[in-house]
């Protein structure tokens, strides 16, 4: 069983920077898929960005050029640098971790942006 902990969330201005952090443990597969997705009050959740363990990643259009997603060599941890962060960047941020057809998720790490 894949056990997924985040860190890193918090209140920010407008214009400021957060860096999400997530750790999977229980693990041990090369081939999955890490990142993150978020949800805001009354919507769904979406993606914002995966990487797999080849280093390939791909991200929302709304967060291209803002984000960034790293992972940590083996030791299955993924990385949401988030600058220029706007108020319609807050949400739950959630980590998601992928290995064939098994799907885990992380409790959620709350990102607020607003003055």
């Known amino acids: 069983q894949v056990q997924l902990v985040e860190s890193g969330g918090g209140l920010v201005q407008p214009g400021g920077s957060l860096r999400l952090s997530c750790a999977a443990s229980?693990?041990?597969?090369?081939?999955?898929?890490m990142g993150w997705y978020r949800q805001a009050p009354g919507k769904q959740r979406e993606l914002v960005a995966l990487?797999?363990?080849?280093?390939?990643?791909n991200y929302a259009d709304s967060v291209k050029g803002r984000f960034t997603i790293s992972r940590e060599g083996d030791k299955n941890t993924v990385f949401l640098q988030m600058n220029s962060l706007k108020p319609e960047d807050t949400a739950v941020y959630f980590c998601?971790?992928?290995?064939?057809?098994?799907?885990?998720w992380g409790q959620g790490t709350q990102v607020t942006v607003s003055s």
């Open positions: 998601n971790y992928r290995v064939g057809f098994s799907v885990y």
């Open positions: 229980g693990s041990g597969f090369s081939n999955n898929i």
């Open positions: 990487m797999n363990s080849g280093g390939s990643s």
